[in-house]
Nanobody, 122 residues
Framework: QVQLRESGGDSAQTGGSLRLSCTGS????????MGWFRRAPGREREWVAR????????IAYGASAAGRFTISHDNANTMYLQMNSLKPEDTAVYYC???????????????WGQGTQVTVSS
């Protein structure tokens, strides 16, 4: 069993910063890639960022995150999303996800956290 738990969601002002955390527990050997997603009200779920936990430890960002957000992972099995220069459009529930990396290189996100609310106001 794998459980993912997000924390760090809060309210912030435009231009401010937040850091989200996601800690995996259980049989964490079951995944080697992790990512952040978000869902804003009335919108589809959006991929934010990805990090590979082994191999070349590749990192990738979605268009909305590039240049403002930073994904990382530490040796305590915690993934982070540092969010800077926040905008109102960043308001969303943010989800942590993890899974195995497939032969194509895609991450099959088999495990998901419960989400944490981020609210950015002007």
């Amino acid at each position: 069993q794998v459980q993912l738990r997000e924390s760090g969601g809060d309210s912030a002002q435009t231009g401010g910063s937040l850091r989200l955390s996601c800690t995996g527990s259980g049989y964490t050997y079951n995944y080697n890639c992790m990512g952040w997603f978000r869902r804003a009200p009335g919108r589809e779920r959006e991929w934010v960022a990805r990090i590979d936990l082994d191999g070349d430890r590749s990192i990738a960002y979605g268009a909305s995150a590039a240049g403002r957000f930073t994904i990382s992972h530490d040796n305590a099995n915690t993934m982070y999303l540092q969010m800077n220069s926040l905008k109102p459009e960043d308001t969303a529930v943010y989800y942590c996800a993890a899974g195995p990396r497939m032969v194509t290189g895609n991450c099959r996100y088999a495990y998901w956290g419960q989400g944490t609310q981020v609210t950015v106001s002007s």
